[in-house]
């Protein structure tokens, strides 16, 4: 049996001093309240009072000297089973229940769909280790054992698209066909500027406001802001809720050494070792660049393996904003799959 993945968005070094911070740190000041969001209780860290779109399930290991548990879904064919799997990889501001839709469609077209949640992210454990994208592409090749999965395509989302490079470099022989769809980490950031402090981004993110946490989900919007749906607001509240929990400072510390991770661990020079079929696809108006850098993607893998698709008008997020011209290209790229391994 055959399968495809989807994935969705640091190797830093953990320094005693975080960790006694961490130890050390006072809840959170409580924050002005606003009628807009005066309502929100405190949320769990681990995302127990967020919606899933199906049963969640937990592989248990260890990393690091800690002992953590991975959450996925495992979604079946609820069309005719054509015998491959497609697991979703997700971004950075998202865990995965936001596939959920997606999961839908790809089952109906009779795949087996896994959506993971990454350590750090969702219901997986929020441990405190240095974040990086092999580990990551390790962790989910655990769970593919798990499930005795052999093959699969693999779609990956924002910083999921960055792991879906990594996964496809690392694990060739598990990996029919790779879509990269809308990632971040388009450039080496590294010589361009310094790095910044993991306890500088921690204190910063102990003080986050629902206006700082809305903004990185507006931006998505930036190229029409029109395109923003009431229902999003819950992506913000669900965030905010976290950050009145007595658990904020341990997933403060998590999402400071995640967001070291795309500085020092970054994909660019995986693109050109990728040997499988890949789409390189996405929202044209996800930045300024954007396009351009994708171009380079598609470009940079070998052997005319890259085919480079953009949709116009939208943005980074599509499979929301747009989901009726989203799905069809990628639903035809992922069954074009199908043929090409019968034959």
């Known amino acids: 049996m055959r399968s495809v993945l989807l994935f969705c968005g640091s190797t830093a070094l953990v ?3 975080a960790t006694v911070a961490l130890a050390q740190a ?9 009628p807009s969001y005066a309502d929100v209780k405190p949320g769990s860290i681990t995302y127990e009072d967020v919606e899933y779109p199906f049963p969640v399930q937990y592989l248990s290991f260890t990393t690091y000297g800690q002992d953590v548990r991975m959450a996925y879904m495992d979604v079946p064919p609820s069309g005719a089973a054509n015998g491959h799997t497609v697991v979703l990889f997700h971004g950075m501001n998202f865990g995965g229940y936001y596939w959920g839709d997606t999961a839908k ?5 009779g795949f087996r769909v896994i959506v993971t949640d990454q ?5 997986s454990s929020k441990a405190i280790i240095p974040y990086n994208f092999t580990d ?7 769970v593919l054992q798990h499930l005795n999965i052999a093959k699969v395509a693999i779609v990956g989302h924002s910083m999921g698209g960055m792991l879906a490079a990594r996964f496809t470099t690392q694990y060739p022989d598990l990996v029919e066909r790779t879509v990269i769809y809308n990632p971040i980490g388009l450039t080496d950031p590294r010589f361009d500027r310094p790095a910044t402090s993991v306890d500088d981004a921690y204190k910063r993110n102990l003080t986050a406001t629902y206006e700082q946490l809305g903004s990185s989900y507006h931006r998505y919007f930036s190229h029409k802001p029109s395109a923003w749906k009431p229902e999003y607001e819950q992506w913000i509240r669900q ?3 976290m950050t009145l929990s007595a658990d904020w400072p341990r997933l403060a510390m998590v999402q400071s050494l995640l967001g070291q991770m795309t500085y020092n661990d970054p994909v660019v020079y995986d693109w050109a070792h990728i040997k499988v079929t890949t789409f390189v696809y996405g929202g044209r108006e996800d930045g300024e660049g954007f396009a351009e850098r994708m171009k380079y993607i598609a470009d940079t893998i070998p052997n005319g393996k890259a085919r480079l698709q953009l949709l116009p008008g939208l943005g980074h997020v599509p499979h929301f904003e747009a989901p009726d011209q989203f799905y069809p290209p990628l639903v035809a790229f992922l069954k074009e799959g199908l043929r090409s391994t019968a034959n």
Do not use: D, I, Q
């Open 119 to 123: 350590l750090g992210f969702g219901r």
């Open 239 to 241: 965030r905010y809720a």
């Open 105 to 109: 469609v790809l089952a109906k077209e």
């Open 15 to 17: 320094f005693a001093t």
């Open 26 to 34: 006072a809840p959170p000041a409580a924050k002005a309240a606003t």
């Open 136 to 142: 990551m592409a390790y962790n989910s090749r655990r």
